[in-house]
């Protein structure tokens, strides 16, 4: 586990203690923000916008102080940002890294696009499961139709 | 997601081969005899928030002639979801009366989220553009009736093949039995990718094409017509050229196999030309008459009641 940060790339502030999620492609940034409810979070955050990234061109960047988050949290955002790495900091110090993993079902964080679906018109979570991790295909279990990543709608 | 006591009926797909085998078996014992006293004491409620004539009668027909009481609504505008009640109101309320819910709901998922929440089975008749098994069901049963059997057979699926439900369901069912589909159909009523990629998965053999002449059809064991619909089409020459191509006469069944039965959902527009009804090869009309026994059957299974009890109350 890498705990060398380059002091040359940290673009903002480090955290004593809490959560890093880095690699967040720019455009997502405020879907991963309202995904993980941070604005109803009492924590101090530190929320990059438009970061320089070798990788995505422009990336986002979250840190939330004294706080953990678990594995399936994390995985709420593989829908929008699949990519993303999770830190988490005790002492300053890199203690764990997790990639997202795509969950095989998702409840009540998809909006189904279609109209006629039973979930749009009552009151009701949604429930997709994913039938292509890889390529982020997704069907509703309810009406049966299939969505792609660029056809998902977060709730 | 159901739980293990849930004996709904929401999708075919949802049958094994081995059930789809013992579903037409007691279909064939209700053929024998419809009328039964199986549901004496049972109350079967048939909610019809879009109208359907058709497949309402048939499901209150089978529940009468097994002696179930009957109650319900045929047109949405005389209940409380007029008045905005939730479905999930509705469906908690008539379990509270009712010993089975058949639905039929122009919203897709209707019936799965009624199933997840009703304490009593739920059938489902029909969800939207989705799924309607029991139409599957009696499908299934005319080709096992006409045919001796569902293995090995070459079926041909005429029409609107790209919103038409009914084909849909066909092929998911047809999967455990090795068929060879034929898709024929219009440009603009193609058999979409996802089902010919579902073929693929399962191995299913299947030739697309784009003409319907006798030359088309004659190694058909099953001739499957649907009707071809005017607001399907986005561009309305297209549907002026194709109208009149995509339909069955008579004098296209002189070189067809003599085994041939043709089927259609019904209703038909002009789809099946009226000199077809006198051959022997039609079987339309049939077919309708076999979602009684299909629906007994359904009903029947979806209260627990098994194949041994309905032979021995023989």
Redesign the interface.
Known sequence: MSNIINKRELQVAAIENGTVIDHIPADKLFSVVSLLGLQHMGNKITIGFNFDSKKLGKKGLIKIADKFLTDDELNRLSIVAPHIVMSIIRDFKVVEKHNVEMPSFLRGIVKCTNPKCITNNEPMQTLFHVVDKDNCVIRCHYCEKEQQRNEIQIL | ?QNMENRSLV?IADYSKEKILYMLQMAAEFEKNPNRNLLRSKVVATLFFEPSTRTRLSFETAANRLKARVIGFSDPKATSSSKGE???DTIMMVSNYADVIVMR??????A??ASEIAPVPIVNAG?????HPSQTMLDLYSIYKTQGTLENLNIFLVGDLKYGRTVHSLIQAMRHFNPTFHFVAPQELKMPE?YKLYCKEYQIKYEEHSEFTAETIQDADILYMTRVQRERFTDLMEYERVKNVFILRNSMLATTRPNLKILHPLPRVNEISYDVDESPKAYYYQQAHNGLFARQAILCDVLGITLDEIKKEQ
Do not use: C, I, R, V
Request: hydrophobic share 25%; glycine share 10%; proline share 0%.
């Open positions: 997601m999708t939730s479905l999930k709901h122009y919203l897709e998922g209707a799965q989220y969800d939207g553009a989705n799924q996802e």
